[in-house]
């Protein structure tokens, strides 16, 4: 029973079916299976073959964005059956996710939070126009690994820069990896301001990010 649920989880994301996904994670907490393994040996297992098929050019953007929909939806079922202790267990690391100072946008911001709970981030979404001090005490009080913040217009991109130097000026810079993404930005724009690396794509920033906390990137 637990298979056909694993397989049915995995291919609702790999056809892009987030009403398949709904129905494939009632199944797997009405038949009691265990909701980690649901994730990781369902979901993110579809999400895998997803990345896969847009790493080889056989998928774009927009599939991309459905199939992290579906993923949201059933992860957010199966969550519910998730405790403290086994998300810590599995947790990659903790995300914090926000769009900089004056910036409204954040649907590319969705579409890489789902993807990094894809692959078993703990991610907090403080939402849009975050000023950066806000932004500070969040990832200190809830221990964030990795700030992460979004930007899809020229003229809040400075915003991006107050979050550096608001970390550098209270000495905890060295707390955290900071990475920025959205369509103003660059990597040299994100090496010009001392943050960390900078994410061109979902797929890109979840790869930046597992790499940060192994330590792969400087």
């Not at 637990?2 to 989880?9: A, V």
């Not at 000495?171 to 369509?183: S, W």
Request: negative net charge; contains cysteine; charged residues 25%.
């Amino acid at each position: 029973m637990s298979e056909k649920i694993m397989k049915d989880l995995k291919e609702a994301i790999v056809n892009l079916d987030p009403d398949a996904a709904v129905v494939a994670a009632n199944a797997a907490m009405a038949a009691k299976v265990n909701p980690v393994d649901a994730i990781e040996q369902g979901l993110s297992e579809g999400m895998n073959v997803i990345v896969e098929m847009f790493d080889e050019g056989e998928l774009f953007m927009p599939q991309i964005i459905i199939a992290a929909h579906a993923f949201g939806k059933a992860c957010d079922i199966l969550q519910e059956g998730v405790s403290t202790e086994e998300s810590a267990k599995m947790s990659n690391g903790k995300v914090l996710f926000f769009s900089v100072a004056g910036d409204i946008h954040d649907i590319g911001k969705k579409i890489v939070k789902t993807m990094l709970q894809a692959n078993n981030f703990e991610v907090k979404d403080l939402g849009r126009d975050v000023a950066s001090d806000v932004v500070i005490k969040e990832a200190l009080s809830w221990g964030a690994d990795i700030v992460a913040g979004s930007a899809l217009m020229t003229t809040t991109m400075p915003a991006s820069r107050e979050v550096v130097s608001g970390m550098v000026e209270q000495g905890v810079r060295d707390k955290f990896k900071i990475i920025f993404g959205g369509a103003p930005m660059s990597a040299a724009w994100c090496e010009e301001i001392g943050a960390d690396g900078y994410g061109d794509n979902a797929v890109e920033a979840v790869q930046l990010a597992k790499d940060l906390v192994k330590g792969k990137a400087v």
